[in-house]
Every structure is written in structure tokens, then in C-alpha cells.
């Protein structure tokens, strides 16, 4: 037997001995926490009724109200072609079924019960789910849990009853109808049922979703204002926003205050753009809010995703992302089965952590703005189809629009003064819109099989403003 042989057979024996002694000593060894081996956390914060260019430093606004958002985008990735559709409801119903409201929308404050959403997605997967916030998706019952896929929820506005949202609030907190004080503020209490759920289920993977009931009117003073009784819509606006970064604060607080947030992953997003009584300073010019009209304010939504050593720290991205594209994302992360019908979303979670992805080229965009049970606003009954995608804009009645130079959309291009670019770009868009169904079964039926065709627009401006 050589050296070299006798130095191997010592060394084996070291090794032997040594496994012995730890076997023999377990507590030599740190614990291997249950949570190490579980899927990731996650955490979507979506805000009611503000636009990606309402003082958001993240998004260059030169007055921040949002320190607390600036110093999330600087830990992680700012997504700058984000888009919801113009309002409430439907935006709610793509981001959480991952489908364009043109298959599934039914109407105002509904969401079909025979549609599967991002939470029963991931229950299935083995999340703990809670929602808190603002529900308005009630349609001939069920509950949060039945039609939502939530454990547990804390929500303002369902069948159960609607009273403030802010002060003195009300709300149904799993199946019971509760009603707080005249100095307790709704968004607190959101936040510390969210907090709470963390608190208990921070051992196992979980998925909270937080429909904020802030920015949307009334427009009332928070806990921060300096006057409770202020009737200036304007100024309680802007303190709201704050409130609303401060609110995302206490949770992204909460979740390194449980050794969670190194676990988690945080999605914060906007439904639509902000109000139209209200005035803000986007990128140097003072604009009114676009909520309800199919333009970039109306629709460009803020976007930002957080998850220490995965998501890399002060990206940003310029690929498009719809709103349809939420559920097949936290598929991918929760590494859930995707429901079994057709979807219109595509995951950007490669995008998220500094990959290619699969980058889309336009954006398909649905938008009924009331159904026919509601007085009809400016935009009437009828059905909006759109496709765009950075710089260009196509509306189904032949509209199109240079919107980077024309944000207001006040001078649609000619078809004889298109560009060859132009030309190809717009022939994408009308491929797009064929590809898709011709009208919402919902709305064809509510109003008939002539009533969803698209009809010119004599004067688009005022259709749209």
C-alpha cells in the first residue's frame, strides 16, 4: 500500500468519525427553517384611481408624494408600459383572471362565478390567501371565498353591506358585517388585517392581494391631514396619495419586522388613472385626471416589483404589461397549474428578474363603460376596442394615433399619410383586433347581436373626453 493510498483511508476515516460525532450532537447544526423550503411569498398592492405620472418620483415626477414607493422601485424593478383598462371593475376582473374583459366582462361591480381567479389559483398550489381592501365584485352572492379563492378577507362593499370606507367605516370581515368607530380610519384597519395575517401565517407560504381603498373620492382628510374637517378635495387628494405610500410602507415594514420580506415578493399597481375633478403636474404641465377615458392617463398604470437578491436593485423596463399578464405571473412564481380556459395574459416574471421574458407587441384593450342598468356618462353605451403598444394607438372605429407626440389623442394620422412603418405597425394592430372575439357575449346579449359592431365615431374627441 503506497502513501497516497494509506492519506485516502485516513482521510475516510476522519471523515466517518467526524459525521459520527454530528449525528451523535444534532444541535451542532442550525435548525433548517420550514419556511427556507417553501415557495415565495407574495404581496399585490393594487391603488384605486391614480396614474403612473401622478407624483410618483419613481416615475419622475418632479413634486414626490411617494417616498416610500421610490425607495421600493430603487430596491427593485420599475415596469414603465404598464396598462389597466380605464376603470375600476374591469381592470380588477383581467388582473385577477388573466383575461381581456371582451371574454368575461358582465358588467359593474361583477365578477362571474364561473371564472377562475388568481387565488383560487393559488390556493390550489397551497398559498394561505387573504384580500383586504375593496371588493365591489358581488354578483348573486357567494362569498370572497367561494367566488374569489380567499381563506380569509377583510373587505369593504360586498353583499354584506356599504358603508364609509374611510371614517367610521364598514366592513365584512369573513362573512360578518362590522361597523368601527367614528375616529377609526378604513386603510388602518386594512393594513393591520394584512399585518396580522403576515403575523400568523408567516411560517408557510402565503398570498395577500390588497385592493387599497385609497386614492378613490371622497376625497377626505386622512390621520396625517392637518385639519379633519377639510372640505378642499384638492389638498385632502394629495394627502391621501402620501397616506396611500405610507400604508405600503407599514407592509413592506410588517414583512421585514416578520424575517419575511427576503421571502416575498411585492407587486404594487393602480386600477386606472386618477380622478377627473382633480389637477396634478405631470412631467412639468398641470393636467386634469383621465379615469374612465381610454388615453394614456387613463390607463398607464404604475408597476413596480420588489424581491431582495431575486428582482435586481434600480431596473427599470420598457416592455409592455397588461393587466392580463398578473395571474400568469404568480403562476409562474407560486408554481401553480394555470386555470384550464383561454387566457390573454403572458407572465413577465423573466422581465422581473433582468431576463429577455417573452416581450409583447401591442396590447389588446377592452372597455364598456356602463352597462345598460346605469345612467350612461360621456362615453355612453357602447363597446371601446383599442390596440396599442409604445409609441402608436389604434382604435377599432380606424382611429390612429401617434401617442407619444399626440398624448391627448386630438389629431388622428390620415391612412394616406401613414409612413411604411406606420403602415406595418397599424396592420399588427388590425391583425390583433381580428384575432380577438368580435364583441362581449355580456353585452351582446344585453343589448342585441346589431349592438356590438362597431360604429365611426363622428366626433371621437367627444366621445372620449
Aim: some cysteine; glycine content about 8%; charged content about 30%.
Amino acid at each position: 500500500m503506497d502513501v497516497r493510498t494509506v492519506e485516502r483511508s485516513g482521510t475516510k476515516m476522519l471523515r466517518r468519525l467526524i459525521a459520527s460525532v454530528l449525528l451523535a450532537i444534532p444541535f451542532v447544526l442550525p435548525p433548517v427553517s420550514l419556511a427556507d423550503e417553501t415557495k415565495p411569498n407574495i404581496v399585490l398592492i393594487m391603488a384605486d384611481d391614480i396614474a403612473y405620472d401622478n407624483n410618483f418620483g419613481a416615475y419622475s415626477a418632479r413634486e414626490s408624494w411617494t417616498p416610500r414607493l421610490d425607495r421600493m422601485a430603487e430596491q427593485g424593478i420599475t415596469f414603465e408600459h404598464a396598462y389597466s383598462t380605464p376603470k375600476c371593475t374591469p381592470s380588477r376582473v383581467e388582473l385577477m383572471t388573466g383575461r381581456s374583459g371582451i371574454r368575461n366582462y358582465i358588467g359593474f361591480g361583477k365578477l362571474a362565478p364561473t371564472e377562475v381567479t388568481f387565488a383560487q389559483m393559488l390556493r390550489q398550489a397551497g398559498y394561505r390567501t387573504h384580500v383586504a381592501g375593496k371588493w365591489q365584485l358581488d354578483d348573486k352572492g357567494g362569498t370572497p371565498t367561494s367566488k374569489g379563492g380567499f381563506d380569509t378577507w377583510f373587505l369593504w362593499n360586498t353583499e354584506l353591506g356599504r358603508g364609509s370606507r374611510y371614517w367610521e367605516p364598514g366592513f365584512d370581515v369573513n362573512g360578518r358585517f362590522t361597523t368601527y368607530g367614528k375616529d377609526e380610519y378604513g386603510p388602518d384597519l386594512c393594513v393591520k388585517s394584512i399585518l396580522d395575517f403576515i403575523a400568523k401565517h408567516k411560517d408557510e407560504p402565503f398570498f395577500v392581494y390588497y385592493p387599497m381603498l385609497l386614492v378613490h373620492g371622497p376625497f377626505e382628510p386622512t390621520p396625517d391631514s392637518g385639519v379633519r374637517e377639510s372640505k378642499d378635495s384638492q389638498r385632502n387628494f394629495e394627502d391621501m396619495v402620501k397616506y396611500m405610500d405610507k400604508c405600503v410602507g407599514r407592509i413592506l415594514d410588517g414583512l421585514s419586522e416578520h424575517h419575511v420580506d427576503e421571502r416575498t415578493v411585492v407587486f404594487f399597481c393602480s386600477d386606472n388613472g386618477t380622478n377627473r375633478v382633480l389637477r396634478y403636474d405631470s412631467f412639468g404641465k398641470m393636467v386634469k385626471g383621465k379615469k374612465g377615458v381610454p388615453h394614456d392617463r387613463g390607463t398607464h398604470s404604475p408597476m413596480i416589483v420588489r424581491f431582495p437578491g431575486i428582482v435586481p436593485a434600480g431596473k427599470r423596463c420598457s416592455d409592455l404589461i397588461s393587466f392580463c399578464d398578473m395571474l400568469p405571473t404568480l403562476a409562474e412564481l407560486g408554481e401553480a397549474e394555470l386555470p384550464g380556459v383561454e387566457l390573454d395574459g403572458r407572465s413577465f416574471w423573466p422581465q422581473c428578474k433582468g431576463e429577455k421574458g417573452h416581450p409583447r407587441e401591442c396590447i389588446f384593450q377592452y372597455y364598456w363603460p356602463k352597462d345598460w342598468s346605469w345612467i350612461p356618462d360621456e362615453l355612453g353605451k357602447e363597446e371601446l376596442v383599442w390596440v396599442h403598444n409604445r409609441n402608436y394607438k389604434l382604435h377599432k372605429n380606424g382611429l390612429f394615433y401617434d401617442i407619444v407626440n399626440d398624448r391627448e389623442e386630438e389629431n388622428p394620422i390620415p391612412p394616406d399619410k401613414l409612413t411604411d412603418e406606420q403602415k406595418e405597425i397599424r396592420a399588427m394592430f388590425e391583425k390583433a383586433i381580428a384575432s380577438m372575439p368580435e364583441t362581449n357575449p355580456a353585452y351582446q346579449k344585453m343589448v342585441g347581436k346589431e349592438a356590438g359592431r362597431s360604429k365611426t365615431l363622428k366626433n371621437p374627441r367627444s366621445e372620449f373626453e
